[in-house]
């Protein structure tokens, strides 16, 4: 004879329903260790970092690192300076070659004006060219200061004057020639 059991159908519900049950608990036993490993991993970086910072912390307290930051300002406020009378040494020089009138170019134009049967003893340049010089006839230095007029260097040029020197055997004379004045207005 065959045994019924009535009550079967529940076994297996109960089976069925023990069997998610342990899915669940499963499931939700691995979500908690992985939110613990996380955590444990996120204190664990936490306190690696508080540490790192504490030994950087020591490390730019230690006497070594702010004498050097001393001496690096200093040598930073050094430097600062320093550019600042390079400028200003700069512009300075830039105003000076704006008003040096003698260079290599005007002792070139000048002796290339000089006739043959003129020397030059005494050159003096300084807010005026001072030239004084010897030559055989006067023609020679009325041909000179005739040149440097003709160059446009100068403002005026004029002969201050001839000497014939002792025995005939020529003239000194003196010329002194006044530079032009720049425009100041056409630099600005």
């Known amino acids: 004879m065959n045994d019924f059991n009535f009550f079967e159908p529940f076994f297996e519900e109960k089976k069925k329903l023990n069997l998610k049950f342990t899915y669940v ?16 991993y996120t204190v664990f970086k936490i306190n690696s970092l508080d540490n790192n910072l504490a030994r950087q912390k020591d490390v730019l307290a230690s006497k070594e690192l702010k004498e050097a930051s001393q001496k690096l300002s200093i040598k930073q406020k050094r430097l600062n300076l320093l550019n600042n009378y390079y400028n200003v040494v700069e512009k300075v020089d830039k105003s000076v070659q704006k008003e040096d009138k003698i260079d290599t170019n005007f002792i070139k134009n000048i002796s290339n004006e000089v006739p043959q049967k003129v020397t030059f003893q005494v050159m003096n340049i300084s807010d005026t060219v001072n030239i004084q010089g010897s030559s055989q006839d006067r023609d020679s230095i009325g041909e000179f200061e005739f040149n440097l007029k003709k160059t446009d260097m100068f403002k005026e040029v004029h002969i201050a004057n001839i000497i014939a020197k002792e025995e005939g055997a020529g003239y ?4 002194i020639c006044s ?10």
């Open 25 to 40: 608990i499963i499931s939700i036993s691995f979500i908690v260790l992985l939110i613990s490993a996380a955590y444990l």
């Open 179 to 188: 530079f032009k004045e720049e425009n100041n207005n056409e630099t600005k």
């Open 172 to 175: 000194t004379f003196n010329i």
